[in-house]
Nanobody
Framework: QVQLAESGGGLVQPGGSLRVSCAAS????????MGWFRQAPGKAREFVAA????????SYADSVKGRFTLSGIYAIGTVYLQMNSLKPEDTAVYFC?????????????????WGQGTQVTVST
């Protein structure tokens, strides 16, 4: 089992920055891939970024590429999502997810464990 706890959400003005964090506890072999998804009101959950620890190379949705940076420390099960140049359309609940098996990082079905989410609001 893996437990995930997100933190760091909040209200920020357009163009601003915010960092959200995810702390994972539990078996390390159950979190070989960790990712971030988001869900805006009335919309489906969508992929934001992910990292497979076997490669250490993050992947990003086109909508956030160049603005968001995912990093983390596998040994302690923590991942961070640094969000810069935020736009109102980035407003959503951001969820951390973990997977113990191989799969496509951008697909939500790859993941076995989910956090409760943290709200990010970009507004004046």
């Amino acid at each position: 089992q893996v437990q995930l706890a997100e933190s760091g959400g909040g209200l920020v003005q357009p163009g601003g920055s915010l960092r959200v964090s995810c702390a994972a506890s539990g078996r390390t072999d159950s979190r070989r891939t960790m990712g971030w998804f988001r869900q805006a009101p009335g919309k489906a959950r969508e992929f934001v970024a992910a990292i497979s620890w076997s490669t250490g190379i993050p992947s990003y949705a086109d909508s956030v590429k160049g603005r968001f940076t995912l990093s983390g420390i596998y040994a302690i099960g923590t991942v961070y999502l640094q969000m810069n140049s935020l736009k109102p359309e980035d407003t959503a609940v951001y969820f951390c997810a973990a997977a113990g098996r191989s799969g496509i990082p951008a697909l939500s079905t790859t993941y076995d464990y989910w956090g409760q989410g943290t709200q990010v609001t970009v507004s004046t």
